[in-house]
């Protein structure tokens, strides 16, 4: 499902990324009770990854749009990685082996980071830009939006996976 960002305000942006852990753990509550926590959340849905796979590039994700939010906010002629705006680009070799409880805490502080980062912004430093590397450019409020959107889109893999892995 997608996620509709053409309305999305600062405000908005930064109350939905304090959600995300809420959400994230809530969609795990579920498994948290069964004895089998670790085995259902770590086991691989239809697309080959686990709902905890798709939390954690959720976080990786977010590292990477934390810091090129932070280039933007800091440097005179930032750039950033072509992956702040082509998901094509977030690429994760190393695997998951964390626990559900270190994904979801890494979760959380990432989400607050950004958050923060974002809520720290006013006026035009929302416009403020970055070149991306491959080309184009990117201002900040587009990174957050992306940021929005990839919360959403991985809450919407978590939940999908578990729908399928708890059969």
Do not use: C
């Amino acid at each position: 499902m997608t996620i509709d960002l053409t309305r999305l305000s600062p405000g908005d942006a930064v109350t939905a990324l304090r959600s995300y852990p809420r959400r994230f753990r809530s969609e795990f509550a579920p498994v948290d009770d069964d004895e089998r926590l670790e085995e259902t959340a770590h086991a691989d849905g239809p697309d080959g990854t686990s709902a905890v796979d798709a939390a954690t590039d959720t976080v990786r994700t977010w590292r990477v749009l934390s810091d090129a939010l932070r280039q933007i906010r800091v440097a005179d002629t930032p750039i950033v990685p072509q992956a702040v705006v082509d998901p094509a680009e977030r690429n994760w070799e190393a695997p998951v082996s964390a626990s559900v409880v270190e994904v979801l805490d890494q979760l959380e502080q990432g989400s607050i980071e950004l958050a923060d980062a974002a809520e720290a912004l006013s006026g035009d430093q929302w416009l403020r830009t970055a070149d991306v590397a491959s080309g184009g450019t990117v201002t900040a409020f587009d990174v957050v939006k992306e940021a929005v959107k990839v919360g959403h889109e991985g809450l919407d893999r978590v939940q999908r996976t578990l729908a399928a892995v708890r059969g």
